[in-house]
């Protein structure tokens, strides 16, 4: 019965441990320059001719950087969990990348690494089936399905303005929540959504130019952020509709997303209580869609909540 020597085995298992790392760190560097590539080759398109030659969105260009890894661990007997830990490394080091050496933000970093590790590793399971050693007709179906859902995805890119609605019940009649309604002092309460702590501008402030339509106002927030709006209707004790007439520029929340406008609507109940009813319109730039507006959708959620909690306290604390 023949053993394998020990410095054979040692040398094959650092082969191992290099051809994996291998797979990591340029599975991670092909999926960063295919991304800078393809920016840079739409910030040089004409404005007209950027949505018709839209390329993939962010969550398949990290599918390529699975594809190189798995060609790197064609040869390796890797197991689910292998794919899974590998997966996982190549998605913190990707993002520690994007931190250090493109400056984004830490929310932005954490809406995008759910969705990148799922990609890296469909890339990577995906990968193993076109690599393996035997040939197999699989590949034959795989590679025009990818080419099919890449252009499919870009042609699928259609913005579409969204709103979110929430509602908060005020022991408080509209004649005493109107005001509150239309400016508020500084919300003193820390914020308690995870988010804000992390560093998303959380609402601190309303002011009011005016009681009338073309009114101006703003709502500010933290870390300096202030949106410019103005009033398009005012109805007093019903309902006050703003456009947003300036977009702020802060990276971390609103660099890929327009907002148009935002409404409270107040609905007496005829019992001393009044139904605050928010709402607010936007439109993302970023795809998949549907991806980036759960985060959309619950930030939103919260910045409606944080501001009519306080019109409720300041509301009900009224003589």
């Given amino acids: 019965m023949s053993r394998v020597p020990p410095v054979i085995g040692a040398v094959s298992r650092l082969r191992r441990f290099a051809w994996i790392w291998a797979g990591i760190l340029i599975g991670d560097l092909a999926t960063a320059g295919l991304?800078?590539?393809?920016?840079?080759?739409?910030?040089?398109?004409?404005e007209p001719m950027k949505p018709l030659l839209s390329v993939p969105n962010f969550l398949l260009v990290p599918a390529f950087g699975g594809l190189v890894a798995s060609w790197f661990w064609r040869k390796l007997k890797l197991n689910p969990l292998d794919y899974l830990l590998h997966s996982f490394s190549m998605t913190v080091i990707g993002i520690g990348g994007a931190a250090v050496f493109l400056g984004e933000g830490i929310v932005c970093l954490v809406i995008v690494t759910p969705g990148l590790y799922v990609i890296l590793l469909a890339g990577i399971l995906l990968g193993r089936l076109l690599f393996m050693p035997r040939d197999n007709g699989l590949r034959l179906v795989m590679l025009p399905l990818l080419a099919f859902v890449a252009h499919a995805e870009a042609q699928l890119r259609s913005d579409q303005q969204e709103a979110v609605t929430?509602?908060?019940?005020?022991?408080?009649?509209?004649?005493?929540v109107w005001p509150h309604v239309l400016?508020?002092?500084?919300?003193?309460?820390?914020?308690?959504?995870w988010i804000f702590r992390l560093g998303l501008p959380c609402p601190m402030e309303t002011t009011n130019g005016g009681n009338r339509v073309g009114a101006d106002r703003q709502c500010i927030f933290s870390d300096g952020v202030v949106i410019q709006e103005q009033i398009s209707e005012f109805i007093p004790q019903e309902r006050l509709t703003f456009e947003v007439s300036e977009q702020p520029t802060h990276p971390e929340s609103y660099g890929h997303v327009t907002l148009h406008r935002g409404q409270f609507d107040l609905r007496d109940n005829h019992d001393g209580t009044t139904t605050l009813i928010g709402t607010s319109w936007y439109t993302l730039h970023v795809r998949p869609l549907w991806y980036f507006n759960l985060w959309t959708e619950d930030m939103t959620r919260q910045v409606h909540l944080r501001v009519m909690r306080h019109i409720q306290r300041l509301a009900e604390s009224s003589p």
Wanted: proline share 12%; hydrophobic share 45%; charged share 25%.
């Fill in 183 to 193: 400016a508020f002092p500084r919300i003193q309460e820390p914020p308690d959504y």
């Fill in 166 to 176: 929430d509602e908060i019940l005020i022991h408080a009649s509209p004649a005493k």
């Fill in 35 to 46: 991304f800078l590539a393809i920016q840079r080759w739409i910030e040089s398109l004409n």
